[in-house]
């Protein structure tokens, strides 16, 4: 069966739909049923606590301190972020006829803003679902005019964008914020951390599969080469590290910096703080606040939700304003301090609140795998192998505990030094040691979900649990599946975590499909 909708219907559809939220966020069944009897009373941590701060972070292996972050009268004169009504974003070959020119005709809300808007928040549910709102909410605008309709549609046709079952492209929402004018929204939490399974049904939280690198490649060949430059110095830059792009970077053209990007997968991601020549693979969220440190290297604490609050607004964009010894790499015009906080944005500590008790309360999908015979097996070579010590059962297939990168000695006052473990796992010490990410460590990262995750090491060097497992990634001549290395590589070893490698073939096997049952 299929529907027509004309399109002076859209507007008319999108104006209840507004509503709706602006009154009160709807919620599935289960949502409702949390805390329905009763108000919740949230206790709301205070974000930009200095106390909280101090001790936020652990020290930076190349310069041996910690980042030093903005005071809280800096922190709180930005500006509350409005979150503004949005709408879905479609495959050009999936748009229904007349969506897009109908958004032209829906005024803008703002569903939560500093003072005129405020969602329904009494329940736990009520605040869980206003925590979605600011998961789904964009950071960065771009106006869709017919130019920038065509390039994007064009970049959804070539490059390996996945599509839900609909149609719809979810790493992104449509925006108007003056009527009239519709606005791609980009650079939200769910950009990056949103799959689109085979089936075309999404999991939310997830580790992403976004091709953002290679959009943001594409991005870079039509910008000035001056702009992409000192772009890629505020991203991944600091007068400590010596990078391979960075200490080449002033005669690079835009082709040859986005040359870097395109070579990062979908998955994997050339994220602030680290580089195109150390990616990192997307971190799953679902269940993150059960971590005790966040970051592949452990850079940061996780106390408790204030501490989440604090990881999340550091990532929105507060951690370029910290001072990495001496370095800031958002500094103002004159490159000599911090731009005036009053031109800068922020979520509001119940914005953030939201947000976390959201991630608090994900939850994986129905795992297909079943335990079988094989997936038996698999369970007893588990324990026979006494995988458990780093990925016990108990904590989440983890230990919550941080492993030396190879190049690194621990001093012997580390602030964490009761949680690295002798043990080393010997993986590719880039991350660690040269980025502004960079801990000289590596959390031990849960098994949880690796059935619908892709790109293993942390920085997605192997496309599935079969290539992690094949001995053969140790050899010179190996031509690894995900993320190939740093531009130019052909084949290099994918060294490290050497356990589970003498198995045979069919102990492999079962290892994997147990795995996958988690």
Known sequence: MSVFVSSDAWPRRFARTAAVVVAGLVLSPGEAALHSAETFRPQIPRVWDAEALRDLELPLAASGVPPEHVSPEYYYAQKVRPIYASYPVYHPDREPAGYFEGLKSVEPVVLWGEQEARPKLESEADWVRAGELVFDSPLGFQEMTPAARESRATEMRTLPYRVTANGEVPFYRYVVREKGKIELGTLSCAECHTRVMPDGNIIKGAQGNLPFDRQFACAIRTAPAAEMRSL????????????????????????????????IPPGVLARHG???????????????????????????????????????????????????????PDSDDAGKGRPDPKTRFRYSDEQLYALVLYLKNLRPPPNPNPLTELAQRGKAIFQEQECSRCHDPKQGYTNNKLAVAPGYTVPER??????????Q????????????????????????????RGFFEHNGSCATLEDWFDPRRLDDNYVPTGWKGPLGTTTRPVKG??????????????????????
């Open 274 to 328: 680290s580089g195109a020549y150390s990616p990192v693979q997307i971190p799953d969220l679902i269940g993150v606040t059960e971590r005790r440190y966040l970051d592949h290297t452990g850079l940061q604490r996780n106390r408790g939700l204030g501490d989440l609050m604090r990881y999340a607004a550091l990532n929105q964009g507060a951690d370029l304003l910290s001072t990495f010894s001496g370095f800031i």
């Open 425 to 452: 796992v010997e993986t590719d010490s880039a991350l660690a040691l040269q980025t502004r990410r960079g801990t000289g460590l590596y959390k031990v990262p849960s098994l949880r979900g690796v059935w619908y």
């Open 497 to 518: 975590h050497e356990f589970g490698l003498d198995l045979d073939a069919t102990e492999r096997a079962a290892l994997i499909a147990f795995l996958r049952t988690l």
């Open 232 to 263: 890629q110095r505020l991203l991944f830059a600091a007068p400590w590290l010596n990078q391979p792009i960075i200490s080449v970077v002033d005669s690079l053209s835009s082709d040859q910096i986005a040359a870097f990007h395109d070579s």
């Open 414 to 423: 580390h602030p964490a030094r009761a949680d690295i473990m002798k043990r």
